[in-house]
């Protein structure tokens, strides 16, 4: 008789797995591509829970700066880590792991309600838990963001499942909660009632007419509006890419859909900062000819084939969208986080049509893919041991993009190194000449060596070049101050403003300025600004407040 797995079996083998593959992200630090901004410079911002409901009125960059996503359910998740550890990445890397193996559960548990033995769904949960494609996801901290949008998602599947089985109105309920929930979390998101659709059409073999009725279009519908209305309001200060823009850039984007094809299904050409392979692409393209072929002729035995198939196109397509110019686009691997599921789903169907001894060959074949996965994912994480380790490694493997080298020039920088750092920024700048906020870092290494007209001149060309962007025109603001210009740093920080309102660092060179030349009132707006938004103040404004406020004042949410 067959052993089969318990299901308390499968979620220890699981579980244990991801913990063991990842235990070593625990000792890794940041690598400071976006924790900056996310994490360490906000953590007066998120560890105050006053500012609980700021992450459904404002952008992932507030107070510092602006950003076109909206992105609650992150800004709460990063509030959880920095209220309990403040920035220490030993958390955020223990809580990345305790999601993905959340996610890999949930995995589990999908491919078991779409009719897959325990073996198998064991098996497809492995792969998906190991995967190297999915590391950045895991041991890079902002890459949580595609496990978050993951998890409610696929609850909300597995509950559609349930109400496409009984049609308990419940399981309809609970489907649409955690679809709004998703939404908060990534936009692909937006895909889940498509892929819904399909499910009832292609593998419940409901008719595409009369699929759903009024109940799934008013929560869906419902759904929608909500998150609309809220992400429109804040992001109202953000130009947002029109629909007929988003489906442009998606179309631009083919040769990096057929190079995730490849990418999902032999993990083997992967990079930090992927720009384009040509031969994952022809790989790509020979990969999805063969399914497409195979699904046409075994068509009768292929629903789930073709329902994954729709699963992964439908939830990467919206991750093509954006309004970065070509020479900036980066295609990361972490998007793949909930696509590859329909890879998954789609290779375990394929996997049934082989004869008996050779389906016993290719259930076993599952255990060494996994094994493969996972021997091929620890040789990848070293890489996301720190900033260091990061940037040289993302610099090398994309020679020709000016974000990388760019990227390695702020790593040095940091370090203080600062001839590296502007011959890189240089560098940055020869192989993207409008590359945005290069001539900024350029400026802060010359600020930093106290060249202030070269300083000057630096950040007087980024916002030539990127004019909404306020950091340029605060640290210009910083340059002029040094030549007793205060009141033209006054009007650079009254245009910073002008474009982020939220712009802490404006705020607080305005603060300083306007109560060193006896505009108290003032001062004392800007004051009471920062400390709603919980942002801490300069060392130099604190006897300023404490002047300005003998008692301590009511602070209202903003």
Not at 91 to 104: C, E, K, S
Not at 321 to 326: D, L, W
Request: aromatic share 12%.
């Amino acid at each position: 008789m067959r052993y089969l797995p318990s299901g308390k079996v499968q979620i220890a083998v699981l579980l244990i797995f991801v913990c063991a593959l990842y235990a070593q992200t625990l000792r890794f630090d940041f690598v400071h591509f976006d924790e900056d901004e996310l994490i360490i410079d906000r953590q007066s911002f998120l560890q105050s829970i006053e500012n609980v409901p700021k992450a459904f009125t404002t952008d992932t960059a507030y107070p510092f700066g602006r950003s076109v996503f909206y992105r609650p359910v992150q800004t709460l998740s990063f509030m959880v880590d920095a209220h309990i550890a403040g920035d220490r990445p030993l958390w955020y890397h223990g809580m990345n792991i305790a999601l993905h193996a959340t996610g890999a559960l949930l995995v589990l548990v999908v491919l078991r309600a779409l009719s897959f033995g325990p073996w198998a769904a064991l098996g497809g949960a492995l792969a998906f838990a190991a995967h190297p494609a999915l590391v950045p996801a895991v041991a890079w901290v902002p890459g949580r963001n595609d496990i978050l949008a993951a998890i409610p998602l696929l609850a909300s599947f597995w509950f559609f499942i349930r109400y496409a089985h009984t049609q308990k109105r419940v399981y309809l309920i609970a489907h649409a909660l955690l679809w709004f929930v998703a939404l908060g979390a990534k936009e692909y998101a937006v895909a889940l009632p498509l892929v819904a659709y399909a499910y009832a059409v292609l593998v419940r073999r409901w008719h595409w007419r009369t699929a759903f009725t009024l109940s799934e279009g008013v929560a869906w519908i419902g759904g929608w509006i909500l998150y609309a209305v809220a992400r429109t309001l804040a992001l109202a200060h953000v130009q947002t890419l029109s629909f007929g823009e988003a489906a442009m850039s998606v179309l631009r984007s083919g040769g990096a859909f057929l190079e995730y094809i490849t990418k999902a299904v032999v993990p083997v050409r992967l990079a930090l900062m992927p720009t384009g392979d040509l031969t994952n692409m022809i790989i790509g393209g020979v990969l999805a000819l063969g399914a497409l072929i195979t699904i046409i002729v075994f068509r009768k035995k292929t629903q789930l084939a073709q329902f994954g198939f729709v699963w992964f196109v439908l939830f990467l397509l919206p991750s093509l969208v954006t309004n970065e110019p070509t020479a900036r686009q980066v295609f990361f691997e972490n998007r793949l986080y909930l696509p590859i599921v329909g890879i998954i789903i789609a290779a375990l169907n394929l996997v049934r049509l082989l004869p008996r001894k050779p389906l016993l060959i290719a259930r076993g074949a599952l255990v060494v893919v996994a094994i493969f996965f996972a021997f091929h994912t620890t040789r990848r994480l070293p890489a996301f041991q720190n900033s260091e380790t990061y940037w040289t490694l993302a610099a090398a493997q994309s020679p020709n993009l000016a974000r990388a080298q760019d990227g390695l020039g702020t790593e040095f920088f940091r370090k203080r190194n600062v001839g590296q750092a502007l011959f890189l920024h240089q560098r940055a700048l020869a192989l993207h000449p409008e590359a945005k906020r290069v001539w900024n870092n350029i400026g802060s290494v010359y600020l930093f060596m106290h060249n202030i007209p070269a300083a000057q001149d630096a950040f007087a060309k980024e916002i030539e070049r990127n004019p909404g962007f306020p950091p340029a025109y605060h640290n210009l603001a910083i340059t002029l101050l040094f030549q007793g210009k205060e009141a033209e740093a006054e009007q650079l920080w009254r245009q910073a403003l002008a474009i982020n309102p939220w712009y802490s660092f404006a705020h607080q060179g305005l603060a300083l300025l306007t109560a060193q030349t006896g505009r108290l009132d003032e001062a004392r707006e800007h004051i009471l600004f920062l400390e709603r938004a919980g942002v801490a103040l300069l060392p130099e404004l604190i006897p300023i407040r404490d002047a300005l406020f003998p008692s301590p004042s009511p602070s209202p949410s903003l």
